[in-house]
């Protein structure tokens, strides 16, 4: 039988539009499937929220929907998001109608996209939708000439008379900028791109003496591990002969140029001075800035921390470390292995960062190189790991489709539809798991999903580019479900008794999590009212990032580089819409 999936996604979105319409949340509901999902990024609420069960979305739809809050549902005319028949991302045999629609908000356009299934009935009902604020209808009249040249996805350069705006629009953001960004890496720099598309008047102040620094300074031989669709920054595509894996260098550089290409203001060697003051009454900041020696009082009325999702490297505390008379470092200040040919080094830790110096030490001629792993780690291949990425990013599709066919599966569920291929997986990996099986490694359960760990755990888990064959042949050692017992003037004492000789020991322990560094930056009175930053809420959406912490005038901004792009947009709507009047910010910060 031929499905007009057409008449299949018309017939949906019509019976979905008239419920909305009416404000029957019962109807909007019984179009899902008994455990489809819904997320919602600034529909019904300004927040993000992701529902799972038809129960539960007749709850949040009853409790969120008025009559005519959304209207003129109707499909998206984008040639991508024409109804089609594809296949589920992760999953082996589940095809979905899936298309996109559009539909208006009181307060401006949104934007959807759905996955249909048929249940044991025949019926075609949501397995997944998401619905998103797309637009605000005033930003028209918000936004200037200087704009005019410009759309959300294309960057329009007309020579002197563009860099005279800018110079003008740079002079008034370094004077009063509405928005300070602290942190010039991906996400505070896409941030600030979004927000000179809504006219915001936004500075970025980096620490670093270069924009880019904080890549320059990681190990040599370090890559990103998504394919290069996947990681592109925002309105700035790379060229055709890019590597498919952007290497460290090549990423420093290329966001130092987005500055200029894109125009923003960047202030770098430049650093927050600790403890800024909020102005309830005004709606503003104090903030002194420290740059290159000289202090500015700025006046925002919005901080967004873009500092990373990764904050002060953690140390664990090792009985008799102070005895060890080899060399001490953290996984952060690793630079490459070729200092360490022919010395014994041990990397306590197996997660991402391990495998990585691991591997380099061994290439580089080290005498020996074992790692040490408390417990079982997730491990997938890059290649298989980028395998549902590239579907999910084709290089000749819209990079803003595909971020929002990305949105429309949320975490848990990506997670849900790993488990349920956990099998396909284990095929797939047959040859790695021997591998590591052979030389000592522990591997975690196939069915986990790194993307989602990276998120949820910031750890646990590597993706493997080889590291598993060294690991196999017996060049890198491991010391499975071992803890450090104590160090040793020559190495340290595993809590099984095994001895390690060790001229280097690198701490690949990871990162304090992220509200202690931020404690120490603003101060425990603003960070008492901010609620979790980083991890996942009961719903499966990042604490705090891109959404209402607690405090107003105050944001955080981190993730990888597709969480940053897509979710800058939620991002520069909701700081237009205080801006504008349309949404109403309480200035107390809350208990």
Known sequence: MTLDVGLIASNWLSALGSALHSGDGSVVAALFLPDGWLRDVLVFSWDLHTIEGRDNVVTYVANSLKEDY???????????????????????????????????????????????VQDQEGTFRAFAVVLTLHDLHRLEDSESGRLSSRTDDVTVVSGNHVEREDAEWASQVEKDPYVLIVGGGHSGLEAAARFKRLNIRCLVIEKNARIGDNWRMRHPSLTLESCRR???????????????????????????????????????????????????????????????????????????????????????????????QGRLMHSSEFRGGSPFTGKQVVVIGAGDSSIDICADLAHSGAQSVTMVQRSATCVVTRDNFNVVIKEMFPEDEPLDVSDLRLVALPFPLLEKLSVASRQATMDAHKEIFDNLRKGGFSIADAGGNPYAMHFRRQGAFWLDKGGAALVGDGRIKVESGKSVERFTKTGLILSDGTELPADLVVFATGYTPMREPNTELLGPDIMKHVGPVGGMDEEGELNGLFRPCGHPGLWFAAGDFFYSRFFSKPLALQIKAIELGILHQDPKPKD
């Not at 959304?70 to 899936?98: G, H, Y």
């Not at 925002?300 to 470390?321: E, N």
């Open 230 to 324: 996947h990681h592109t920054l925002l309105y700035q595509p790379f060229p055709a002969d890019w590597p498919e894996y952007t290497p460290r260098d090549e990423l420093a550089d290329w966001l130092e140029e987005y500055v200029c290409t894109q125009s923003l203001v960047v202030w770098t060697d430049s650093q927050f001075r600790v403890h800024p003051r909020y102005d309830g009454c005004a709606g503003r900041w104090d903030v002194r800035v420290v740059r290159a020696g000289v202090e500015t009082r700025l006046r925002p009325s919005h901080i967004v921390i873009a500092t990373g999702m990764l904050s002060h490297p953690l140390t664990p505390a090792f009985a008799d470390l102070e005895q060890f």
């Open 70 to 116: 959304i209207t003129n549902a109707r499909l998206d005319d984008t040639p991508e998001l024409e109804p089609r028949l594809r296949k589920v991302p992760l999953s082996q045999d589940m095809f979905s109608v899936e298309f996109g629609f559009r539909f208006e908000l009181p307060h401006g356009h949104g934007r959807g996209l759905a996955r249909l």
